[in-house]
């Protein structure tokens, strides 16, 4: 039972550093948006440096890179959109529509918005087209999302995996980064198929560090139990060693019988 406790506490410690670990990334990721969502935009160069310019390659960004405000100006891709399926806003589920954008050197994917499914989960829905010629594009930077290694027919995409992405759209440079769009100039035509813009990022920490310190403080239960279990154990070894003791006959006295 001892042994059990101490893997119990060993297994409540595990969990209580990984739930720890969560509210840190949650943590890190809310102080990016509050310090990055509102800042004055900056030319994207700025950040991805040689990448920016045609000249080199970034693996990705920091942590508290991540929703730095850029600005770009070039010319979004003509042709088809890439759709990344399953996203849901406002409890509906739909798709988010990337679109490779030219700024000088670097060809990257800006993600215009959101718009619902079609008919059924098979169809690719459709998107209005972005501006067309010499286009400002003010947005957020994010680092690219893992790739999901679904098989879905073109356009279609199971995330925003720039690599996933690259392999539709070869013309996308060396950079795991893509743009949310926050606003853009000259504005996209109005048509049957609005894009919806993206709303601000969800800035709450979640449950993590409560559960963190729920698991720490239940980590010496199974010691407690244990000792309370050999507490009892003793006490009810000492009750029967009480009652198995004989009881000695009282002497019977000669006077006792003569007074009888």
């Known amino acids: 039972m001892t042994v059990v406790a101490i893997l119990f506490g060993v297994a409540c410690w595990m969990l209580g550093s990984w739930q720890w670990s969560r509210h840190v990334e949650k943590r890190i990721k809310v102080t990016a948006i509050e310090q990055n969502y509102e800042a004055a935009p900056v030319p994207i160069a700025t950040l991805l440096g040689q990448a920016a310019d045609g000249d080199g390659s970034r693996a990705g ?19 088809p959109d890439l759709m990344v399926r399953n996203r849901t806003e406002d409890q509906t589920v739909g798709f988010e529509v990337l679109t490779p954008f030219t700024t000088g050197g670097l060809t990257i994917l800006v993600d215009r918005g959101w718009v619902p499914n079609a008919r059924d989960a098979e169809n690719t829905p459709s998107a209005d087209p972005p501006p067309s010629g010499q286009v400002e594009v003010v947005g957020w930077l994010r680092s690219g999302e893992p790739d999901l290694g679904r098989d879905l027919p073109a356009p279609q995409l199971a ?32 048509g049957g198929h609005p894009v919806a813009p993206l709303p601000r990022p969800d800035e709450g920490l979640g449950p993590h560090q409560a559960y963190a310190i729920q698991w720490w403080l239940t ?29 000695k006959p009282k002497k019977v006295r000669i006077w006792d019988e003569e007074d009888a």
């Open 219 to 247: 980590m010496p239960a199974g010691l407690v139990f244990v000792w309370f279990a050999i507490r009892r154990q003793v006490v009810q070894s000492a009750e029967g060693s009480r009652e198995e003791v004989p009881v």
């Open 61 to 79: 960004l920091t942590a508290e890179e991540q929703w730095s405000r850029v600005i770009l100006h070039g010319s979004y891709r003509p042709g």
């Open 159 to 190: 995330s925003i995996s720039i690599s996933d992405a690259r392999a539709r759209a070869p013309e996308l440079s060396d950079v795991d980064a893509y743009v949310v769009l926050g606003s853009q100039t000259p504005s996209a035509p109005a």
